[in-house]
């Protein structure tokens, strides 16, 4: 039987969700706006109650051509004739459901991980409900939350084992992450065919007008993703050579750049972004980004000291400057200190999109889940990878996000997920500073914010101005130690920027230790 997982409904009965209105009327008007399979899900009420409402809302779905399918219960979809019926993990077996059914019947699964996606496809699943996405009150037996990352896993599986079924993802999907969900979800080789709803339409003052909106933001590419057309690969060579024309643009714009940052290093971060030519504005109040986000600037997330009010405020802002497509850069300083920090990263990773994760060796493995990383305050701690292992975790993560990642060191890697490059330029002195490994989030962004259309070359752009105008300070005959090389780093700073204006490249000619990594 042909059917349609784009928009799948999952109906909820509870009082707090229907407020008291009629299941059936909440339905229809779903279905009016653009509903495309339902499933009648009712763990409480007993059979002869379920049969009647099934049968009700088989009358209403049959009228706008949508299928009908219902939650675990076999004989309730028999007694009825909906279209099919949608397991758990600890209900009847696909194959004895299919042996009862009819021929024609959809029997969809839920699956948590690898080895229940695989088992419910050899056993002939007609489509896969992989979940849960997020955390949601809607149901309390969740085992476990899979957020894009795990679900993109399963798909990968999928995909490698030549296995061919469809799949839809469950769990706290909202008008505010659907899109994220569908976008960071896809594998190299398989999406996600759709998304199961909830409270998000169920509890919807106005269901139709709820649905007509998860129509059109599943049919449309997140604002973050500025173009479907990835930008020209070219070599090192080229992309250097292009760095000018981007700083030039970054000096000649003026970007904003929003930076949630910490409070230790405020000052001098902001004088960073003075110096370059930015325009930078610290403000940890989540509101703000609303009307901040219209100016069309970058957001830095900068973790590195929280408050029980960070986390709300962060999230805020995210969803602000991701609704408008806005760069969003995300530095979890200290991310595996405190067991606080290490929740905040899944909070955060969960809550939005980063246009680019940057951080040390131990903040980048916390935030892709690696086990048993350890940090002493905000230091990276002892390094556990050789230069190979720390381009593929750069690469695994940025591919994993659909993002760009920058794990910063003596020897910084960048990657957008396909390719890795490592940076050698900088001074020994900006590991001496507070508030030096900082200031390249708020860099970075301006730079996202100038060229958002090639962001590796962006990034890459940032980091190459910064870092080599900290040479030129550290080689000056003045600059002793820390204390003289602040100003003279911002002097430099001001100075490539200066020479961006002339049309002078001159600052960045045969200077560049940029490779790109093989793996």
């Not at 065919?193 to 933001?217: L, N, R, T, W, Y």
Request: net charge neutral.
């Amino acid at each position: 039987m042909q059917f349609d997982l784009s928009l799948y409904l999952v109906t909820d009965s509870t009082p707090a969700i229907l407020k008291g209105r009629d299941l059936c009327t909440v339905v229809e008007e779903a279905l009016k706006g653009g509903v495309t399979l339902v499933q009648y899900r009712d763990k409480t009420s007993d059979t002869g109650e379920l049969v009647q409402t099934a049968r009700k809302l088989h009358h209403i779905t049959r009228k706008y051509g949508v299928p009908l399918l219902i939650n675990d219960r076999v004989d309730v979809a028999l007694a009825i004739g909906a279209e099919g019926v949608h397991l758990g993990q600890d209900d009847m077996g696909i194959e004895e459901a299919k042996r009862i059914l009819p021929k024609d019947a959809i029997v969809g699964i839920s699956a948590t991980s690898i080895e229940e996606a695989q088992k419910a496809v050899d056993s002939g699943a007609d489509y896969l409900g992989i979940g849960a996405m997020f955390a949601t009150p809607t149901k309390t037996n969740t085992r476990s939350i899979l957020g894009t990352a795990g679900t993109r896993a399963i798909l990968d599986a999928l995909s490698t084992s030549g296995r061919s079924v469809r799949t839809v993802s469950i769990g706290g999907i909202n008008l505010s992450n659907v899109q994220r969900v569908l976008y960071q979800s896809k594998s190299q080789n398989k999406g996600l065919d759709g998304v199961a709803i909830v409270s998000a339409i169920m509890a919807a003052d106005d269901p139709k007008a709820a649905a007509e909106a998860f129509v059109q933001h599943i049919a449309t590419p997140p604002r973050f993703v500025r173009s479907l057309v990835p930008p020209p690969i070219r070599d090192v060579l080229a992309l250097v050579e292009d760095v000018p024309r981007i700083v030039h643009k970054v000096v000649q714009g003026n970007p904003l750049v929003h930076n949630m940052i910490n409070f230790v290093v405020a000052n001098f971060v902001a004088n960073v972004a003075l110096s370059i030519g930015a325009s930078p504005i610290m403000s940890p109040y989540g509101d703000e980004a609303v009307d901040l986000a219209q100016f069309h600037g970058a957001l830095l997330i900068n973790m590195g000291t929280l408050t029980n009010e960070s986390v709300p405020n962060y999230l805020r802002a995210i969803h602000a400057y991701n609704a408008r497509g806005n760069p969003v850069v995300y530095d979890p300083v200290g991310a595996a200190a405190t067991h606080i920090r290490r929740r905040v990263v899944k909070q955060l990773m969960a809550g939005g999109y980063f246009d680019l994760i940057k951080g040390n060796e131990g903040e980048i493995r916390q935030v892709y889940g690696s086990s048993g990383v350890t940090q002493r305050g905000i230091d990276s701690g002892p390094s556990r990878l050789d230069g190979q292992e720390k381009a593929e975790l750069a690469r695994d993560l940025a591919r994993r996000e659909r993002n760009i990642v920058l794990l910063t060191g003596a020897t910084d890697y960048l990657s957008d997920g396909e390719r890795v490059f490592t940076i050698e330029n900088g001074h020994e002195l900006l590991g001496q500073v507070t508030g030096t490994g900082c200031a390249v989030g708020t860099v970075s962004g301006c730079f996202l914010t100038a060229h958002p259309s090639d962001k590796l070359l962006a990034v890459l752009a940032g980091i190459l101005m910064y870092e080599i105008a900290a040479e030129n300070a550290g080689s000056k005959d003045y600059v002793r130690g820390p204390g003289s090389f602040v100003p003279a780093f911002l002097d430099e700073l001001y100075a490539i920027r200066q020479a961006a204006m002339k049309g002078d490249h001159s600052w960045i000619s045969g200077r560049a230790k940029v490779q790109e990594i093989k793996l």
